[in-house]
């Protein structure tokens, strides 16, 4: 009986590669030069240059070079200690630029603003959603690709040649396009034992998926790397904080207004190749997980049970200061929630309420319906919060929140936020929309909130993309 094989990022289960992932933007971990033949012809260098000024995705300033001179492989991978973070690699370009004034440094004598470290959240508790991977076969046939089946194992799959009957039939019957084919199952994918990955023929990929605060994106920001090393790095670090607490943390009990991720650059030695494909060994800059939260003494103090575990991006993403925004969805950028501990509600029984019970009576008191609040605190906390004591105490505090705007206003906050989740539309990037369109302090004033509940119910005759290009063309200028 074969013994099973190593459980990791390069032999255990990750994210199918059949769904892909729609992403707002990519970061990538490094850049590409021109080779020294290409330095040597003057209009080449000159549109090398244009492109990097211009914030272009290296392949584009390949294809210009090769259209305007004819010119193959004028350029190889280099690596560096920052990131690109190209235009052309966001559906708003305009977002690439704000990333790197945000986050970005002058370092080194460089004068020249680069992202060398920035912070992220991750959008769920599954590292399959968070890191997709796969190995795949490129550049001559058959082309190898990692699949995952019904039983959870990985195998190795492929498509399989015509036969000779096909081809045959093809002919007679004069077919341009033969139907689908299935996919042929080769055996388990293995690296550790396979002969192409051993050659190099098949190489990994992966998609870290995350959000950045205080970018508004409609969609998941990527940072693909082609590098197993690091991405065992930064899954192990992911899975050991997820083993630990339960959840990948969105904010810090002790820092709420500060990041717990960041993804940054270390030196470590590494295997490479140069810009003739020669093997070398040497200390490359390789992308690394960094956490700036306390594990040790959440254990301690028995705090991971509070942490949350938000089913849709939390509310802070789109706030200047990355502060929590505790009840208020849409919430107007600025606009700080404050932190306060819930207030029991009286009631005239000698027996006490029950914490549910407690919190319905709050409900009924700010005039909600029952069942929009319910469903509201699913979409604000997560499936299952009334299992939870600390979320239903967080459920308390964000009607305490909402109360403070007035049970009109409250009551339309609630019906929006139902609305719009159920439009498939996360909420920091419709609060960006909401704040963009009707100002600063919408969620305070009830006509206003009448025009954007109005304005979503439109949306209910329109797909999920119309929605998101219409909340797009008017960000676009900004």
Request: charged share 25%; with cysteine.
């Amino acid at each position: 009986m074969n013994a099973p094989m190593r459980m990791s990022i390069l032999s255990s289960r990750a994210a199918s590669t059949d769904q892909q992932v729609k992403h707002a933007g990519k970061i990538r971990p490094g850049i590409k030069v021109l080779t020294k033949k290409a330095q040597q012809n003057p209009k080449v260098v000159q549109i090398y240059l244009d492109g990097v000024a211009n914030r272009l995705k290296f392949s584009e300033i390949e294809k210009k070079i090769k259209d305007a001179t004819g010119m193959d492989d004028a350029m190889y991978p280099r690596n560096t200690s920052y990131f690109t973070v190209a235009a052309s690699d966001f559906g708003m370009p305009e977002i690439a630029s704000r990333i790197v004034d945000l986050y970005g440094e002058i370092r080194d004598g460089d004068d020249e603003k680069r992202l060398y470290r920035f912070p992220v959240v991750f959008h769920s508790d599954d590292l399959n959603d968070v890191y997709p991977n796969r190995f795949k076969r490129h550049g001559r046939g058959p082309n190898y690709e990692s699949h995952y089946g019904d039983d959870g194992v990985r195998y190795c799959r492929y498509l399989p040649d015509l036969t000779d009957e096909q081809k045959v039939k093809q002919r007679i019957q004069r077919i341009k396009k033969m139907p689908r084919r299935e996919k042929a199952v080769r055996g388990p994918c293995d690296p550790g034992s396979c002969a192409e990955f051993q050659q190099g023929q098949c190489k990994f990929s992966g998609r870290l998926l995350f959000y950045i605060p205080q970018i508004p994106s409609t969609g998941l920001l990527a940072m693909e790397t082609s590098s197993e090393y690091a991405a065992e790095g930064i899954w192990t670090d992911l899975q050991r904080i997820l083993d630990a607490l339960g959840t990948l943390p969105r904010m810090n009990p002790f820092k709420p207004d500060a990041p717990v991720f960041y993804i940054t650059k270390v030196l470590e030695p590494r295997v490479y190749f140069d810009e003739h494909g020669q093997k070398k060994t040497g200390n490359q800059w390789v992308p690394k997980l960094q956490a700036d939260i306390d594990v040790g003494r959440l254990l301690q103090t028995g705090r991971p049970q509070a942490l949350p575990t938000p089913s849709t991006p939390v509310a802070w993403l789109a706030s200047p200061k990355g502060m929590p925004q505790a009840a208020l969805l849409p919430t107007a950028p600025g606009q700080v929630v404050a932190d306060v501990q819930p207030t029991p509600v009286q009631h005239d029984s000698s027996q006490p309420l029950d914490p549910i019970n407690q919190l319905l009576a709050q409900v009924e008191k700010l005039g909600l319906e029952e069942e929009a609040a319910l469903e509201y605190f699913n979409i604000k906390i997560a499936q299952g919060w009334e299992d939870n004591p600390q979320h239903i105490a967080r459920a308390s505090k964000m009607l305490e929140d909402l109360a403070r705007v007035g049970a009109e206003c409250a009551a339309m906050l609630v019906s929006i936020t139902v609305k719009v989740a159920a439009a498939e539309i996360d909420g920091p990037s419709f609060t960006q929309f909401a704040f963009t369109k009707y100002g600063k302090g919408f969620s305070h004033k009830a006509d206003v909130l009448a025009r954007i509940e109005a304005e979503v119910d439109l949306w209910s005759n329109l797909s999920r993309e119309d929605i998101i290009a219409t909340m797009t063309d008017l960000l676009a200028p900004f």
